[in-house]
Every structure is written in structure tokens, then in C-alpha cells.
């Protein structure tokens, strides 16, 4: 069964897998959006139907709160919790500071909401997410449905005064209709290339009107779980560095691998 799997999706199993390791019973833990965090949703989901794990899930997208009571998760919203222990989340890309682009699947505003409510924020993520520069991948801009593309026009116009190499900026579409968030927002993707600084990116952005948030996640991460596509994983922390390396048998997780995440 493992055969029919890509070296990538292996390599995001194993990194979901290693992350389950981090909750514990009676833990409130936010779960992620993307294929990554769906097998993390798939692994928790079999420790607490097999190993009587015992937990509250806080999911940051309707596709996770569907996935997660599909497999057994016990789901709460983030106002009956308060207060996370951990969130458990992918990322489309981290650097060296553990600094991260997210929101490839849409649903960064939730993410940073839930994440930057937890005692902890630990990424998973295959190793083709590390970069040494924050910006190959388009970076995600959540704004308002109003005025969108007075938005996009402001938004351009500011990158010209910013350490980055590309402007462009396009709407997500989702078919031949903008693609619309859980919170009935749209999607700007901003192709920048390199973003030479993120901190001060992140900031100018969000005091625009019209957008509600940026995928950029300063200073929330706590440490990254890498999977390689041999079964591979590292723990990378953000105080002490690589902690730990490991590698993870596939074999005795096979009925995972039936149904592909995403
Ligand atoms: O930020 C996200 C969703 O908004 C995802 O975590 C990110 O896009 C990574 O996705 P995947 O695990 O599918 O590669």
C-alpha cells in the first residue's frame, strides 16, 4: 500500500506522524488545513479510536472540523476552548528563524487565529518547504469582497517601497469565481520572489484597508517536524536546533495510507 504513495506524501505522513506525538490527554489542540495537517488529523483520529487518546480538537477550516469528526476527534470552537495547548499546523514555507509562509490552502486567518492562541505552534512540513528566503511562494493576502481591487491597486503600490523583487499580485480563483474563505473573504496572491523582510512586509500589509490578514507567521512557530520521502524526520526547535532525527516504519501505519488526504 506505502508503494502508492509519493515521496512527498510519504514525506508529510511521517512528519504527521511524529507531530501526534506531541498531544497528550486532556490536551485542546488546533488542527491545521492542508494535506499535511490532514494526516495528522488521520493519525490522531486512530489514537483515539485504537489508543484511547483523549482530546479536544480546534479545527481552523470547515474541511478540518468535517475531517476531524469523520474520524472520531472530539471538536470545539476556539471561544469554548479560550486557550490552546498546541496547534499542529503545515506550512507552505519555513525558514531559518522558523518563520513561515501559510495560507496555500485559504485558510490562513483561522490558522494564525488558532495558532497564535497556543502555548505552542508545531509545523509539519515534507523538507521542499525549507528556504533560505521567505517568498517563492505567493504570498497569500486575505481581503474583503469590498473594493478589492482598490485593495490589490494599494497593495501593489506599497510593495514598490519594500525589500522584495517581485510586485505582481493575482486573485484566487476557485474555476471562473474568486475562491471565497471560510469568513467569505477573497484571496490575493502576491508574487514577491524574496522577501528581505518579512517582519516589516507582514506589518505594512496588515494596516491597509480592506485586508484582514497576511500568511505570514512571524515569531508564532515554535518548531517544525520535517519528513524526508525515506521515511525520514527531523526535529527542528527554534531554541535549540535539530533535536532530534528519526526515522518511521510505514509499514505499521498501512491502513492510513488507503484514503490520500486532500
Ligand atoms: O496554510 C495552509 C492552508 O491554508 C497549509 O498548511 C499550507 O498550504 C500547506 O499545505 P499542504 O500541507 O497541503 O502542503
Redesign the pocket.
Known amino acids: 500500500m506505502s508503494g502508492e504513495l509519493s515521496p512527498i506524501d510519504k514525506a ?1 505522513f511521517v512528519a504527521a506522524k511524529r507531530a501526534a506525538d506531541y498531544v497528550e490527554d486532556g490536551m485542546r489542540v488546533g488542527l ?6 490532514a494526516w495528522l488529523v488521520r493519525c490522531l483520529g486512530e489514537q483515539v479510536r485504537e489508543g484511547g487518546l483523549r482530546f479536544q480538537g480546534v479545527p481552523t477550516s470547515t474541511r478540518t472540523a468535517d475531517l476531524a469528526r469523520e474520524v472520531g476527534i472530539e471538536v470545539i470552537s476556539l471561544d469554548e476552548a479560550k486557550w490552546l495547548d498546541l496547534t499542529i ?4 514555507e519555513f525558514d531559518g528563524a522558523l518563520n513561515l509562509i ?7 486567518l483561522q ?1 494564525k487565529i488558532v495558532a497564535t492562541a497556543s502555548d505552542q505552534m508545531v509545523v509539519i512540513a515534507d523538507i521542499g518547504k525549507e528556504v533560505e528566503h521567505l517568498g517563492a511562494f505567493p504570498l497569500p493576502v486575505e481581503v474583503i469582497p469590498f473594493g478589492w481591487q482598490t485593495t490589490q491597486a494599494l497593495v501593489e503600490e506599497t510593495l514598490v517601497s519594500m525589500d522584495v523583487l517581485g510586485r505582481q499580485s493575482t486573485l484566487r480563483m476557485n474555476g471562473d469565481r474568486p475562491f471565497v474563505t471560510d469568513e467569505g473573504n477573497h484571496i490575493l496572491d502576491l508574487h514577491l520572489q524574496r522577501i528581505g523582510n518579512p517582519r516589516q512586509l507582514s506589518l505594512v500589509i496588515n494596516q491597509m484597508p480592506g485586508v484582514v490578514e497576511n ?1 505570514l507567521f512571524i515569531d508564532i512557530c515554535d518548531a517544525v517536524v520535517i519528513g524526508y520521502g525515506d521515511g525520514r524526520v527531523e526535529l527542528r526547535d527554534i531554541n535549540e536546533g535539530t533535536v532530534e532525527q528519526d526515522r518511521l516504519d510505514f509499514l505499521e501505519s498501512d491502513n492510513l495510507f488507503t484514503d490520500l488526504a ?1
Open positions: 508529510k491545521g488545513t492542508g494535506s499535511t495537517a499546523d503545515g506550512a507552505d501559510k495560507g496555500g490552502g485559504g485558510a490562513l490558522e500568511g486532500d
